[in-house]
């Protein structure tokens, strides 16, 4: 079985989304909309625009 940053600890390929800090859920990714706003997808909350950072 291959094993890799992006899969959680259970097994199941998925990996772990960070969640909504309005709604409470996970959210896939966030769409600036200006400098100190952004949006979360797909529950559509006003977040920060930090709130999802990429891994490289």
């Known amino acids: 079985m291959r094993s890799g940053p ?3 600890a259970d097994g199941d390929g998925m990996s772990s989304l960070p969640d ?3 709604c409470g859920k996970p ?3 966030v ?3 200006g400098p100190l706003t952004a949006s979360a997808s797909p529950c ?8 999802v950072h990429r891994d490289d």
């Open 44 to 51: 559509g909350c006003s977040v920060p625009p930090g709130l």
């Open 20 to 22: 909504c800090p309005r």
């Open 27 to 29: 959210v896939g990714f």
């Open 6 to 8: 992006d899969e959680s």
């Open 31 to 33: 769409t600036a909309t």
